[in-house]
């Protein structure tokens, strides 16, 4: 079964609109991870956020973390249509456990 | 530098077959992990070795066994091969190793198919 859980399953924006999505997960962390993943690819590592930070950047990328709500979110601004994939929030548990991931489609 | 290498990277086989899927992962990196993906869903983990020790395992059956190399690579082996076990297997290689892993370096998958 599933670690984490994603919201929403899947997000349909157009170019240029920002997309937000979350993240819950059940235990204590170190750190909290994002991935993306192209259809039938490798996963390929966003950014890290550790449980003692609250928010980080990466370029158009933004990762807020709760862990009194044991909840993360991923922003991303000003989506392009390079941006479809599907993205997983992950975090260590003794190892790394995968959310179910959230589908985004950005149209051009 | 290359990345994580799998290999093969598409194979189909027959209930009961078994398979070995291979992994090399990126020079200096000690942990590698293996992951299941079936289609529509978040990966699974399976195992994770580091330093050719085995340091956590999934809820899988005992069908499944992996082992890690001297070099770091590592296989991992599925006997009595089921219809439910077609699915993207994915090994990611990191530095660290045990409960708090970093940044993980996925390969590009083996996509078994089981008939």
């Known amino acids: 079964s599933q670690q984490g859980e994603e919201d929403p399953q899947a997000l349909s924006i157009q170019e240029g609109e920002n997309a937000t999505m979350n993240c819950s997960y059940k235990?204590?962390?170190?750190?909290l991870q994002w991935y993306r993943q192209n259809s039938g690819r490798g996963l390929v590592h966003l950014i890290l956020?550790?449980?003692?930070?609250r928010e980080k950047h990466s370029g158009r990328l933004r990762v807020t973390l709760d862990t009194s709500k044991k909840s993360s979110s991923l922003l991303i601004t000003a989506s392009r249509a390079a941006d479809t994939a599907s993205y997983f929030c992950?975090?260590?548990?003794?190892?790394?456990?995968f959310g179910a991931g959230t589908r985004l489609t950005v149209k051009p | 530098d290359a990345g994580v290498t799998q290999s093969p990277t598409h194979l189909i086989k027959t209930r009961g077959q078994h398979v070995t899927l291979r992994c090399s992962p990126i020079s200096g990196h000690k942990s590698v992990s293996w992951y299941q993906q079936v289609l529509g869903q978040g990966p699974q983990f399976i195992f994770q070795?580091?330093?050719?020790?085995?340091?956590g395992r999934g809820n899988f059956p005992d069908r499944f066994s992996a082992r890690q190399f001297p070099n770091y690579s590592s296989e991992l082996n599925v006997n009595a091969l089921l219809l439910g076990d077609s699915a993207l297997y994915l090994c990611a290689s990191g530095l660290a190793g045990g409960p708090y892993p970093g940044e993980l370096f996925f390969g590009e998958g083996s996509r078994l198919t089981v008939l």
């Open positions: 956020i550790r449980s003692n930070e």
């Open positions: 235990t204590s962390i170190n750190n």
């Open positions: 070795y580091y330093e050719k020790e085995e340091r």
């Open positions: 992950a975090y260590n548990n003794n190892d790394m456990r």
